[in-house]
T-cell receptor, first 108, second 111 residues
């Protein structure tokens, strides 16, 4: 099956800093999503981005499918951005394989 | 907004009990999924369904079954709960092959 590798595994920032999270995958995909899991366990879908670039407020994502990676950018981070960020990919249909996540801590 | 609800936030059961976890979505999505999340193991797919009465095994289906009698409802069944099924269970839905939306999760403890 597809392998998904996320980096870094842990990231600690001061409020206001910018960050880049990376997701590498081992095979061609037609489905790629980024999620944020808050400290209460709720998973929120941030982006559905099998290719190209999208922006939503302070967050943006870019997927370069031909080179098998995706990047999630967080600008002007806030304490509410803390949590685990997951990348998930799929090669056919709607089934996803999740990476192990990046644990982000934003300190005030 | 898409809403995915799960029947319980916390659940405590005894070994050997039959356990039902219910999930309901209100967006007429074709696909529904059950995952479990464990520390160090990430999210793993148990079963998914792409239509009413249709189901496919995920990566870890052993010890579980599912039921989808109506489009909006997807149930996960533990026929005989065991302590190694203590976990966070997450339900999701999507319109194929778009964004998946998750419910709040059920933290199940099997004693």
């Amino acid at each position: 099956g597809i392998q998904v590798e996320q980096s870094p595994p842990d990231l600690i920032l001061q409020e206001g800093a910018n960050s880049t999270l990376r997701c590498n995958f081992s095979d061609s995909v037609n489905n790629l999503q980024w999620f944020h899991q808050n400290p209460w366990g709720q998973l929120i879908n941030l982006f559905y981005i099998p290719s190209g670039t999208k922006q939503n407020g302070r967050l943006s994502a870019t997927t370069v499918a031909t080179e098998r990676y995706s990047l999630l950018y967080i600008s002007s981070s806030q304490t509410t951005d803390s949590g685990v960020y997951f990348c998930a990919v799929g090669a056919s249909g709607s089934r996803l394989t999740f990476g192990e996540g990046t644990q982000l801590t934003v300190n005030p | 907004d898409v809403k995915v609800t799960q029947s319980s936030r916390y659940l405590v059961k005894r070994t050997g009990e039959k356990v039902f976890l219910e999930c309901v979505q209100d967006m007429d999505h074709e696909n529904m999924f059950w995952y479990r999340q464990d520390p160090g193991l990430g999210l793993r797919l148990i079963y998914f369904s792409y239509d009413v009465k249709m189901k496919e095994k995920g990566d870890i289906p052993e010890g579980y079954s599912v039921s989808r009698e109506k489009k909006e409802r997807f149930s996960l069944i533990l026929e005989s709960a065991s302590t190694n099924q203590t976990s966070m269970y997450l339900c999701a839905s999507s319109q194929s092959p778009r964004a998946q939306f998750f419910g709040p999760g059920t933290r199940l403890t099997v004693l």
